[in-house]
Nanobody
Framework: QVELAESGGGLVQPGGSLRLSCAAS????????MGWYRQAPGKQRELVAT???????NYADSVKGRFTISRDNAKNTVNLQMNNLKPEDTAVYYC???????????????WGQGTQVTVSS
């Protein structure tokens, strides 16, 4: 089993910044992809940004130039620096990891509990 622990959400004014962090723990061998998704009220969950172990990044068009994803492979952590936040960024943000387990060396998809980000004046 793998657990993803998220931190860093909160309330911020438009134009402000927040940094989300996520740490993976458990019986994992490696993590292929780590990333962030978000879900606003009444909407489907959508990709925000992902980062592979080979440092390939993928961003939603709506956050390009404002958000930066980074990870520490040795510590199994992923961060999301969010700048110039807008009200439309308000959502619950979920950490995601595609993990290779050290029990069977198969890949599994794990999700964090989510952290609320609210952008409002």
């Amino acid at each position: 089993q793998v657990e993803l622990a998220e931190s860093g959400g909160g309330l911020v004014q438009p134009g402000g910044s927040l940094r989300l962090s996520c740490a993976a723990s458990g019986r994992l061998f490696s993590i292929n992809v780590m990333g962030w998704y978000r879900q606003a009220p009444g909407k489907q969950r959508e990709l925000v940004a992902t980062l592979t172990s080979g440092h390939n990044q993928n961003y939603a068009d709506s956050v390009k130039g404002r958000f930066t994803i980074s990870r520490d492979n040795a510590k199994n952590t992923v961060n999301l620096q969010m700048n110039n936040l807008k009200p439309e960024d308000t959502a619950v943000y979920y950490c995601n990891a595609i993990v290779v387990m050290n029990t069977d060396f198969l890949a599994y998809d794990y999700w964090g509990q989510g952290t609320q980000v609210t952008v409002s004046s």
